[in-house]
């Protein structure tokens, strides 16, 4: 299993020897360091946890994170679930991660967390088209309309109802996705289309 944490930038356009266009996101990614590695025998599961983007002022991070962490300080700490124990091989504490792992062509998967939008109403959150414009309807534009009634539940509202509420702010995962282009040196990355988050944003890239 391959994976690496990442921040997300632009987009852009990469050309193929055959002339087609794909677009893609630009990506700055890694190094990460191994802060832990999770067995069955100690904790019930296999994973890596690794740290990602230096906090250059720990004091912004507790004490028990800096106990943790050796003295080290990062701004992200990430954890990924690893089904089989063997493929954490040969793995410690302290071992770097970088974009060498990966290579062009290779599928991904990207998760990320989607930009909040605050409280929406229901046109905006769930696509509703609204009241009529016509017929003497003057404020009902916008508004969801009747929520219950006999007709449907009862009479109660029921659950799972489409209703305006907080939207975005969500984590997402884009699945079959390309590597498109690295460059070691930038340390970027470009996938392929578009993926879920501000720029800025720290996303997950893992192996499909």
Same mark, same amino acid.
């Not at 309309?145 to 509202?157: F, K, L, N, P, Y």
């Not at 799972?160 to 340390?187: P, W, Y």
């Given at each position: 299993?391959?994976? *690496? ?50 906090? +250059? ?9 800096? !106990?943790?962490?050796?003295?080290? &300080? ?9 089904? +089989?124990? &063997? ?7 302290? %071992? ?8 062009? !062509?290779?599928?991904? +998967? /990207?998760?990320? %967390? ?14 509703? =088209? ?29 659950? !799972?109802?489409?209703?305006? !509420? ?6 997402? %995962? /884009? $699945?079959?996705?390309?590597?498109? =282009? *690295? ?7 470009? @996938? ?9 944003? @720290?996303?997950?890239?893992?192996? $499909?």
């Amino acid at each position: 299993m391959k994976f *690496i944490l990442a921040r997300k930038g632009r987009m852009t356009q990469i050309f193929q020897e055959d002339g087609r266009v794909k677009a893609g996101t630009v990506l700055t990614a890694g190094p990460i360091t191994v802060t832990q590695v999770k067995t069955p025998e100690t904790d019930g599961y296999s994973a890596v946890q690794v740290g990602f983007d230096v906090q +250059n002022k720990p004091e912004r991070l507790t004490k028990a994170v800096l !106990g943790h962490l050796k003295g080290k &300080a990062f701004k992200v700490i990430k954890e990924f679930r690893v089904e +089989n124990p &063997a493929e954490l091989g040969d793995l410690t504490v302290g %071992t770097e991660i970088g974009l060498d792992t990966f290579a062009v !062509g290779d599928g991904v +998967n /990207v998760v990320g %967390t989607s930009r909040g939008r605050g409280f929406a109403g229901v046109v905006k959150r769930h696509g509703f =088209h609204g009241g009529r414009r016509t017929h003497g309807q003057k404020h009902s534009e916008r508004e969801p309309g009747s929520i219950g009634g006999g007709g449907r539940a009862g009479g109660r509202v029921a659950k !799972g109802l489409r209703m305006a !509420g907080r939207m975005g702010s969500d984590r997402i %995962t /884009v $699945k079959n996705l390309e590597i498109l =282009h *690295i460059d070691a040196a930038k340390g970027e990355i470009i @996938v392929s289309g578009a993926i879920p988050g501000s720029p800025g944003s @720290v996303v997950e890239i893992t192996s $499909k």
